[in-house]
């Protein structure tokens, strides 16, 4: 393994880790956001799903930037946009700043998701085994310290714009040096990425990428559902204080960044198929605990399971991609990570609504399904998965970029 690649791979790991800090800085921080700029509550539901939105249309332009230039050069500068973003909407003072904040915040985010996602399977294809899991439990880590930051903030009481210029001021220049060491890695496959094609292999595309995006839905269905209702769930269903009501979500990302870390390790010792369907049995189990609990203490065993269970699939579900279209990896993951934002905007309101309209125990049963479902697209994660039989021919990879055949 060369020191090209190491550090590589430390400097992308670092990426992540600021992505996680700015990212939990914004979204932990959004009681302080609404009343800096007296956004009604009304009026709150439109800036939080605009931001995933415009990550969406982040993720598709970088599907077309890669063509032109690097996947690092994306990742580079999108990287300071964020945290200057992120800057902005602390700074600001009217309405109208804090929409553009959100809105440089939002394209921005999907830039960066897309092109760090890209290098990642790119560093795994050439180490040849499994970090994927590693990058995402750097992403969990700076989570927690995101969250931390932002709970010295409001304990302190202290103007969001003192909150975050300094991690702006640490992070942004610490990301523009670590971005020299960017690797990128290239497709598996060089000539696998020239034109043509045909209705068929479009077809056969569509069909292997959509399982893998129908899972990285429901993962975060599952994520958005304990981020935004696990501690209404644990106050208003079973009964907790509102101290304890806070508790879940934090031991649930502590469990995310504890089963990414040592998720590489299972991946290679048992295989991707494996280790997905046992993540997938395990959030689902999570889900009926939570369903079920008595009183908060079983509540929080089955956030802690989710944890466990969940923090598996994203990771893997971007490296499958790269396994799947190994010359076409690029585009790929571009189009797979625009699902990520559909979980987020589908899980929290899906929930809410349910719950209102039924019960918050039987809501709870609708994201366990949902990730059970992983298991019927377990084989999409497979080293080789055997996607051609019936007589088909192989797809070339670069049919996955094909506006009319792709998705």
């Known amino acids: 393994m060369t020191d090209v690649l190491r550090r590589g791979r430390a400097s992308l790991a670092f990426g992540f880790l600021a992505q996680g800090v700015a990212f939990a800085l914004l979204v932990t921080r959004i009681p302080a956001v609404q009343d800096r700029y007296g956004v009604s509550d009304a009026l709150l539901p439109v800036f939080l799903a605009a931001v995933p939105v415009l990550a969406g249309i982040g993720s598709v332009t970088t599907e077309q930037l890669v063509k032109r230039v690097r996947p690092s050069v994306v990742l580079r500068w999108s990287q300071p946009v964020v945290l200057l973003a992120l800057l902005g909407v602390g700074a600001g003072e009217r309405m109208v700043e804090l929409a553009v904040s959100l809105a440089v915040f939002g394209l921005a985010v999907g830039a960066l998701d897309a092109s760090m996602n890209m290098l990642g399977v790119s560093l795994q294809r050439s180490y040849g ?7 995402h439990a750097a992403y969990s880590l700076g989570g927690i310290v995101g969250a931390s930051l932002a709970w010295v903030g409001a304990h302190w009481h202290l103007a969001l714009w003192v909150s975050y210029l300094p991690v702006a001021a640490v992070l942004l220049p610490a990301v523009l040096v670590g971005s020299r ?22 077809a056969l595309v569509f069909k292997l990428l959509l399982p893998l995006c129908l899972v990285m839905s429901f993962a975060y269905i599952g994520d958005s559902t304990v981020s935004n209702w696990s501690a209404k769930y644990l106050q208003d269903v079973l009964g907790s204080s509102e101290q304890l009501a806070t508790v879940p979500y934090n031991v649930y990302m502590v469990t995310t960044l504890l089963g990414r870390a040592i998720g590489d390790f299972g991946v290679r010792r048992l295989g991707a198929v494996a280790v997905v369907r046992g993540g997938a049995v395990v959030a689902a189990a999570g889900f009926a605990v939570v369903a079920v609990a008595p009183g908060p203490w079983v509540g929080m065993l089955g956030f802690t399971l989710l944890g466990l269970g969940l923090c598996v699939l994203v990771p893997q579900t971007f490296a499958a991609a790269g396994r799947l279209f190994p010359g076409a990896s690029d585009a790929a993951i571009a189009r797979l990570n625009i699902f990520n934002y559909v979980g987020f905007l589908v899980g929290s309101p899906l929930v809410g609504a349910l719950g209102d309209a039924w019960s918050y125990r039987g809501a709870m049963l609708v994201p366990m399904v949902l990730v059970s479902l992983t298991l019927v697209y377990a084989r999409s994660f497979a080293r080789q998965p055997d996607r051609y039989g019936g007589g088909h021919e192989r797809p070339r990879t670069a049919d996955v970029g094909r506006g009319s055949n792709g998705l």
Request: charged share 15%; no cysteine.
């Open 129 to 135: 085994r499994s970090i994927m899991l590693s990058f």
């Open 181 to 202: 060491w960017y690797v990128d890695a290239g497709p598996a496959e060089p000539g696998a990425q020239g034109s043509g094609g045909g209705g068929e292999g479009g």
